[in-house]
């Protein structure tokens, strides 16, 4: 497949191996998504089929508090990504195993860590009145969230391999583990259907296991094979290794909680203001337009690690034109975004029948949402590519602070519903529509002064 790729890249004169190897990523991608968004698509009937629909609500509740948890990797992971790819650059094998071996026992002993404090709290809290459930489902949802969690400390260790094959310019790798685990996933869903009775707490340990799983035959495949000289060692970690690593990382930390708080606080504030039965159609609707974000994110995605090694080359016109390359593909977004809405409620019926009803006006807002964040990321690869992220730092923590009470104002206070909460989001959003292009557009012409070169 690969041979193929690059004979077709060299008939239409694609010259730039960076830019070969973007495209053939970006074309392996394509395929290994096409099967994980088939398999996820396929999964939510059967997990609803499975589950009910308030047990999923709550399963996705959960997902989303699981995702709030992402910020205790404190930015290693793509502190870790930009400094690699910056030592690989430069020919440093040996720096570069010091980040790798400083960023894995660093983050091993902070997820340590708080899976301790997390089991003693755990015991203290009401999961049923966080999630706004009966709470007959009390004690099995504190042992789900402890499984869970442990699990996910885990993750944060496993899932460093990943940003050191994205910083070898293996753009794909992502993706492969997705359909991986979406295909596992699709799997063992269709055998807990036919062997089993519903039960949210052997669904949630299981779906927690998977990625973990995964990850830890990736790790030791890697290691052993690919970047065996890279494996990492405890006498290898260095204070001044992580400090170079949280130097960027410390900023791309607060991002992410920023962004955690921005785009995974919605099912929680839905299932609060209304009910856990509440996040299920806001989140067909997330998934179906989600559809467009998955694509554009497989096309500028691979760009990042890129970004950096032009940047550190100075080679600004290859970013140039891979930048107006990319916006002439988001151009395509608006309008399948209109063919989507046309086939919006056709889709959700063939979908998941008459079990969940979508709001077409929800379809719209996710649609406006969809259209702003592709849009936005065109430029924030390449700003998280430089590390030049002091402002989209300001515009995040602006974006978090007014997300929450902005989101309970519209869908309660002016009745807006479901929809306002993604309203609330979109308008969140503004600033960064404006401040990031302008930015690309000081750095790429030498014209980054004071905080906008920061």
Known sequence: MKEHILKILNTLGVKSARTKNIVKH??????????????????????????????????????????????????????????????????DLKLAR???SSAYYTIAGVSLFLFCVF??????????????????FNTDLNLLMLLVFGFFCIQLVVGLVTNIYLADQSHSIQVKIHFSTQVVSLF????????????LLIFGAIFAALPVIILL???????????????????LWSKSHLKD??????????????????????????????????VVPYNIAFKYFSILTIVFSIVVAPYWSSFTEAYVKKEYEWIKVSVNNIMRVWLLIPIVVVIMLLLSDWFYNIWVGDKVLVPFMLSVSMAVFVMSFTFNNIFVFFINGTGKIKVQLIVSIFMAIINI????????????GVKGVIIATILSYLPGLILMPLQYNKIINNRARGIWNK
């Open 188 to 199: 063992t869903i269709w055998i807990l259907t036919e062997t089993s009775h519903s039960s």
């Open 119 to 136: 089991v003693f709290f755990n015991y203290f809290i009401d999961w049923a009145s966080v999630f706004n459930t009966s709470e007959a």
């Open 405 to 416: 009470p902005l989101s309970i104002f519209m869908a309660k206070s002016l009745n807006m």
């Open 26 to 91: 970006i074309s392996i991608s394509f395929f290994y998504k096409a099967g994980a968004v088939l398999a996820n698509f396929l999964l939510v009937p059967l997990t609803i089929n499975f589950l009910d629909t308030e047990n999923y609500g709550v399963w996705l509740i959960i997902s989303s508090f699981i995702a709030w948890f992402s910020f205790f990797d404190i930015g290693l992971g793509n502190g870790l990504r930009n400094k690699l790819t910056e030592a690989k650059t430069n020919g």
């Open 98 to 100: 010091g980040y790798i």
């Open 217 to 235: 035959a990736l790790n030791l495949l890697a290691f052993s094979n690919k970047f065996k000289e890279l494996k990492p060692s405890l006498s």
């Open 245 to 278: 690593i949280m130097g960027v990382g410390f900023d791309f930390f607060i991002i992410q909680i920023a962004g955690i708080v921005i785009f995974s606080t919605d099912n929680f504030i839905i299932s609060k203001l209304f009910s856990p039965e509440e």
